[in-house]
Every structure is written in structure tokens, then in C-alpha cells.
């Protein structure tokens, strides 16, 4: 079944680019749409954006203006960059497929999540 | 964008009993695209429900969604150990999609 992993560093210092990767196993990556969501500690989901495998993107308008994904399917993986990051960008990161290959549905598979933490 | 308000905030029961989770929208969501999500400590996200009754695969039927427009509930028919959990409400009917601030579901 496929199964999605997340890696990155863990500490981002203040004003830095914070960068992420999600690799696909198990499955293509090909005509499903990929989001990148984030969980601030004790907070709620909030929705970065998506990749389309063919690299068209759609991002949340509050975080447009720092956020860059890109997609390597020969490697079957995508990723995020965030830039100019501050601590109010520290989270889990998850990586997530967009069930039935739609753009906006509901998110199927998940990857495990991994802590960012923006301290210097 | 389209804000998800979840009620209660913490809801505290036995096993045995039933829950109702409420997800009220600030607007309508387009044709009825909502999901329910399951949290447990140190992992991810687990869908549960999408276009806000259609069970997720493997997600057993003590589990039913129900709703439209601006009011969704999630409904636990007999609480089993398994679900004492946080659950999440997503609406992808409009962009950016957004989420709940989450209902904890605990033991009482």
C-alpha cells in the first residue's frame, strides 16, 4: 500500500528557508494531487498547499508569498520549501495524498509527521 | 475563507456510550464536501468520513456522518477504548480547504 515519509532537518534558525521532503513508496505518484499540512503544537491543521505530479501548485493565500513546492517523480517525491521562517512556523509537518486523484477532496494517506522547530 | 467552528470542545464519556461531534461552517460548503478525521497522540491524521457521510475504507460503522450545508455532525455510536481520541472537521468545498480546532473525545 503506499506510504508516505516526511525528512528534513528538525531545527530551522529564525529568518532561514525551512525544507522538507515527502517520499512516495509503495504506489506512483503520478495523477494524484500532494499537500503539505502543518499542526502548530496543541493547535489545529492548517492546509500549506498542493503539488499536482505533473508540478502545477496551489497555495494557502496567508503563506503564498514564502512557500515553494516542487515534485521529482523519478524519485517519486515532493517537496516544500518555506522561507524567511519564524517561530510561529514551528509545527509538524505532515505530508498528505488528496484522496481519487481530485485536487481538493479529502486527504486518504498521510505521512507520519515530522517536528519543526524554529529557534536559533 | 470558510471557518469551522467544532463543538464541544472536549466531550467526556464511558465506553459504551454515544458521541456527537458538531461542525458548524461560517458559509456553506459546496456540495457537502466535509471530512471527519481521528487523531491519536504522536500520529497522524486518519480519515474517517468525506462528503460528509461516506465512511472512509476500513473505518468500522459505529461511525456515520451527517449534515449539510452549515451543520455536520459526526456521530459514535458505542464508544469503544480504541476511539478516545481528538477528532478534526475539513471542508474542501472552497479554497483553501480549512480545518476544525478539534473535539477531544477522553474518558470520564
Known amino acids: 500500500q503506499v506510504q508516505l515519509q516526511e525528512s528534513g532537518p528538525g531545527l530551522v534558525k529564525p529568518s532561514e528557508t525551512l525544507s522538507l521532503t515527502c517520499t512516495v513508496s509503495?504506489?506512483?505518484?503520478?495523477?494524484?494531487?500532494w499537500n503539505w499540512i502543518r499542526q502548530p503544537p496543541g493547535k489545529g491543521l492548517e492546509v500549506i498547499g498542493y503539488?499536482?505530479?505533473?508540478?502545477?501548485?496551489k497555495y494557502n493565500p496567508s503563506l503564498k508569498s514564502r512557500v515553494t513546492m516542487s515534485v521529482d517523480t523519478s524519485k517519486n517525491e515532493f517537496s516544500l520549501k518555506l522561507k524567511s521562517v519564524t517561530a510561529a512556523d514551528t509545527a509538524v509537518y505532515y505530508c498528505?495524498?488528496?484522496?481519487?486523484?481530485?485536487?481538493?477532496?479529502?486527504?486518504?494517506?498521510w505521512g507520519q509527521g515530522t517536528m519543526v522547530t524554529v529557534s536559533s | 475563507e470558510i471557518v469551522l467552528t467544532q463543538s464541544p470542545g472536549t466531550l467526556s464519556l464511558s465506553p459504551g456510550e454515544r458521541a456527537t461531534l458538531s461542525c458548524r461552517a461560517s458559509?456553506?460548503?459546496?456540495?457537502?464536501?466535509l471530512a471527519w478525521y481521528q487523531q491519536k497522540p504522536g500520529q497522524a491524521p486518519r480519515l474517517l468520513i468525506y462528503?460528509?457521510?461516506s465512511r472512509a475504507t476500513g473505518i468500522p460503522d459505529r461511525f456515520s456522518g451527517s449534515g449539510s450545508g452549515t451543520d455536520f455532525s459526526l456521530t459514535i455510536s458505542r464508544l469503544e477504548p480504541e476511539d478516545f481520541a481528538v477528532y478534526h472537521c475539513?471542508?474542501?468545498?472552497?479554497?483553501?480547504?480549512?480545518f476544525g480546532q478539534g473535539t477531544k473525545v477522553e474518558f470520564k
Open positions: 503539488i499536482y505530479y505533473s508540478g502545477g501548485t
Open positions: 498528505a495524498r488528496v484522496r481519487e486523484g481530485y485536487n481538493s477532496d479529502a486527504f486518504d494517506i
Open positions: 458559509q456553506s460548503v459546496s456540495r457537502n464536501s
Open positions: 509503495g504506489g506512483s505518484i503520478g495523477i494524484y494531487y
Open positions: 475539513q471542508q474542501y468545498g472552497s479554497s483553501p480547504n480549512t
Open positions: 462528503d460528509a457521510s
